[in-house]
T-cell receptor, first 112, second 112 residues
């Protein structure tokens, strides 16, 4: 079974630039999550989708972050404009209706 | 909201020794406690979990204990091996949301 795929794996940008991350969950998994993991900390949830609807985005900084999940499969997370404090690993996870979460390898973002 | 504290932040042991990682949580409504292992450059992987109606669970060299009264739960790894070296995260979640709050992680180093 293929795991959660994410791209790119690494991204370096200047502050105030824009960036987008892509996630392809495990086939058949209805729930998709985006997490932010700052160095030395545990992952923090940004947004949860159930199929193509948003379940929880209470911790998403909506002034600069946006996410979508078209057709209930792939998802993209965008940051515009980026700040220095956005430097982190962005993890995507999927699960079959609220059970165990399967994480992708993450995208490491460095904002200079 | 939920707050999860995890100790120690770093744990160094000799191969064959046991390792114990401890966590506390604040929300008495939390009822699901997963543990994740994160290797360098990879996303977290679930290694064991426990629900609030169970006091202890074991899977080969790994065991988890839960004390609901004290709001403590612990991960025990016996006969440690170099491949156990990684960052371990505890987490707690409530009800049907299955959105875990993570601890800050423990870096386990097993010396051969």
């Amino acid at each position: 079974e293929a795991g959660v795929a994410q791209s790119p794996r690494y991204k370096i940008i200047e502050k105030r630039q824009s960036v987008a991350f892509w996630c392809n969950p495990i086939s058949g998994h209805a729930t998709l999550y985006w997490y932010q993991q700052i160095l030395g900390q545990g992952p923090k949830l940004l947004i949860q989708f159930q199929n193509n609807g948003v379940v929880d985005d209470s911790q998403l900084p909506k002034d600069r972050f946006s996410a979508e999940r078209l057709k209930g499969v792939d998802s993209t997370l965008k940051i515009q404009p980026a700040k220095l404090e956005d430097s982190a690993v962005y993890l995507c996870a999927s699960s079959p209706l609220g059970n165990e979460q399967f994480f992708g390898p993450g995208t490491r973002l460095t904002v200079l | 909201g939920e707050n999860v504290e995890q100790h120690p932040s770093t744990l160094s042991v000799q191969e064959g020794d046991s390792a114990v990682i401890k966590c506390t949580y604040s929300d008495s409504a939390s009822n699901y406690f997963p543990w994740y292992k994160q290797e360098l450059g990879k996303g977290p992987q679930l290694i064991i979990d426990i629900r609030s109606n169970v006091g202890e669970k074991k899977d080969q060299r790994i065991a988890v204990t839960l004390n609901k009264t004290a709001k403590h739960f612990s991960l025990h790894i016996t006969e440690t091996q170099p491949e156990d070296s990684a960052v371990y995260f505890c987490a707690a979640s409530t009800g049907g949301s299955y959105i875990p709050t993570f601890g800050r992680g423990t870096s386990l180093i097993v010396h051969p």
